[in-house]
């Protein structure tokens, strides 16, 4: 079983950063495709942005150019950096881990806030 704990949420002024952090633990982090969702008040929980077991990386239109996705293995961990934050992105954001051939995201973090105002 694969635990993940998100870090790094917080208050940020518009065209402010942040960056979020996921630390994997329970599994072999490196055969994990790894994703970031979020969810507003509201609304449906969305997908912001995934990297793969080789690190080709895909984004969400309304976060691509603005967000990265990265991770590193030796340390079991997946971030997202986040530049000129905007209050559209207010947010829960979780994690996920999704298992060599599986078709959905199979282990999911608690989730950490993100709230953008000035």
């Known amino acids: 079983q694969v635990q993940l704990v998100e870090s790094g949420g917080g208050l940020v002024q518009p065209g402010g950063s942040l960056r979020l952090s996921c630390a994997a633990s329970g599994g072999t982090f490196s055969s994990y495709a790894m994703g970031w969702f979020r969810q507003a008040p509201g609304k449906e929980r969305e997908f912001v942005a995934g990297i793969n077991r080789g690190g080709a990386t895909n984004y969400a239109v309304s976060v691509k150019g603005r967000f990265t996705i990265s991770r590193d293995n030796a340390k079991s961990t997946v971030y997202l950096q986040m530049n000129s934050l905007k209050s559209s992105d207010a947010a829960i954001y979780y994690c996920?881990?999704?298992?060599?051939?599986?078709?959905?995201?199979?282990?999911w973090g608690q989730g950490t806030q993100v709230t953008v105002s000035s």
């Open positions: 996920a881990a999704q298992r060599w051939g599986s078709l959905n995201y199979d282990y």
